[in-house]
């Protein structure tokens, strides 16, 4: 049992972790462009702002157990397989880059618009405001948006299992919910409140020593 | 006359059917104090942002240092702005970063190298008396250690105009003294030209030469600040009369006012 637990963990910690570093790149760009692009953005620019925005939000309203099933042969084509933990992780960073970018863009909005104001008075052009200006004084909510994403990410990775991705959901589905061993049911269970805790215990604590507001 | 600090001739601007600018035109002399007062909703604000083309004016030309800035775009325009640097009502500091670095901003901005910005931003902490606040965060300062700090931050890049927005409006009595006495000084040391607005009567009179009053997007008088107050016609004597009524009650406001009038 313990040993199962532990594989499971690894597996999803594996899923987590991968899955997570790609969301935060591909988010953050996302939610920049998204910020940059829009009506009260630095640069407004609505031929790539509506079409972005509508793709984020067709992202964010598809259930993840039909987006699983729909990206099947993109995952083919990326990793070869549509079975395994490389598998699950490609529907997974799908789904939450549109998540996380959406709250990129709520982050970079609430900056104040006194601060881009000041930044252009001093003569700086859009890369050096985003770069110099608004990521940095945006820096705790971008963390908070993160601790969010990557709890959502967890919670997904539950479902992995029914492409065979494995992981703590997996464990729990095969053998504590199909073989009726309950104790299976609990323990990841157990692990995963654990897991979430700890993430949104240092989300907080990060997001905190950064704010000097 | 030398070629004036900041020109607007024919300045006017419209936000939908509202006109905030209407044909506006002004010179500022290089190491003139110039001051305009008028209410909210008076085009003061847009009339200090036509000046580092924060807003584009709909017509007329805008001139800083000989340069028509109002002919600009892209790198050029933003080479004119970080000439012509803006203090602000609510200071616009990065919360998240400490003095010295807000004070490097627009070095960073400008691309100079960290060794001379830290030099820099050290010097001019120095300058408003912040030198022992280098590391604090703007979260930690007063008021007034805010606006001077936003001040450092905005001599960084050695301008040559100084466009200030209200910069005293948020601070006490003291603090505006405190904060007006720096920017004579400044204007007087480095023969910086500043270009204020402000809704405070007092502003003016500590501190600039010259001084326009606005009302719906025009100047209504110029000139002077001495003149002005000792029209009696004026709108600036005007409201120095009623202040001073307001504070003093109104027959030794008189008396006090006619006394100097005398004199």
Redesign the interface.
């Known amino acids: 049992m313990i040993e199962l637990l532990y594989e499971s963990l690894l597996e999803t910690l594996h899923i987590v972790g991968v899955s997570g570093a790609w969301t935060l790149l591909g988010g953050l760009v996302v939610g920049v462009v998204l910020y940059v692009t829009s009506k009260s953005g630095p640069r407004p620019f609505a031929v790539v702002n509506q079409p972005l925005g509508l793709a984020v939000n067709i992202g964010r309203s598809a259930p993840f157990v039909l987006l699983m099933v729909a990206v099947v042969p993109l995952t083919r084509a990326i990793t070869g397989t549509t079975i395994g933990t490389e598998a699950a992780i490609v529907p997974l960073v799908i789904a939450s880059i549109p998540f996380f970018a959406r709250l990129v863009e709520s982050a970079l909005l609430e900056v ?1 618009p ?2 881009i ?9 859009v890369p ?1 405001l985003v770069w ?2 608004v990521l ?2 945006a ?2 909510g971008l963390i908070r948006g993160f601790t969010v994403t990557l709890v959502a990410v967890v919670s997904y990775s539950a479902m992995a299992g029914i492409v065979g991705g494995g992981g703590l959901g997996d464990l729990a589905y095969r053998y504590g919910y199909q073989r009726f061993q309950t104790e299976y049911m609990i323990w990841p269970l157990v692990v995963l409140v654990v897991l979430v805790q700890l993430f949104q215990i240092l989300g907080d604590g990060c997001a905190r020593t ?4 | 006359m030398s070629e004036p600090s900041i020109r607007l001739s024919g300045v006017s601007k419209r936000f939908g059917d509202t006109v905030a600018l209407d044909e506006v035109d002004l010179d500022v002399q290089p190491g003139e104090i110039f001051g305009i007062l008028g209410r909210s909703g008076a085009g003061k604000s847009t009339l200090l942002r036509t000046v580092n083309l924060l807003t584009r004016p709909d017509t007329g030309d805008v001139h800083v240092g000989g340069e028509a800035v109002t002919a600009l775009s892209g790198r050029r325009l933003r080479a004119a702005r970080a000439r012509t640097a803006m203090i602000f009502q609510h200071f616009n500091l990065l919360s998240n970063r400490n003095a010295a670095s807000n004070v490097a901003l627009p070095l960073r901005f400008a691309g100079v190298p960290r060794a001379e910005r830290r030099a820099r931003a050290a010097e001019l902490l120095d300058l408003v008396g912040l030198a022992d606040k280098a590391r604090a965060y703007p979260g930690q300062l007063s008021g007034g250690q805010r606006q001077r700090l936003a001040i450092a931050r905005a001599l960084a890049a050695e301008p040559t105009v100084l466009l200030s927005d209200e910069a005293t409006s948020a601070l006490d009595t003291d603090t505006t003294d405190e904060i007006l006495d720096l920017l004579a000084d400044l204007n007087r040391e480095l023969g910086l030209t500043i270009l204020l607005i402000t809704h405070e009567l007092e502003v003016i009179t500590r501190i600039c030469h010259r001084a326009a009053v606005m009302e719906a997007g025009r100047f209504v008088e110029t000139g002077p600040v001495a003149e002005l107050l000792a029209d009696p016609a004026s709108r600036l004597g005007a409201s120095a009369r009623r202040l001073a009524a307001r504070l003093l009650g109104d027959d030794v406001a008189a008396g006090a006012l006619d006394g100097g009038e005398r004199a």
């Not at chain 1, 950064?210 to 507001?213: F, K």
């Open positions: 104040q006194g601060l104001e000041a930044a252009r008075s001093m003569g700086a052009g050096a110099r200006v940095p004084e820096t705790p950064l704010d000097r507001r």
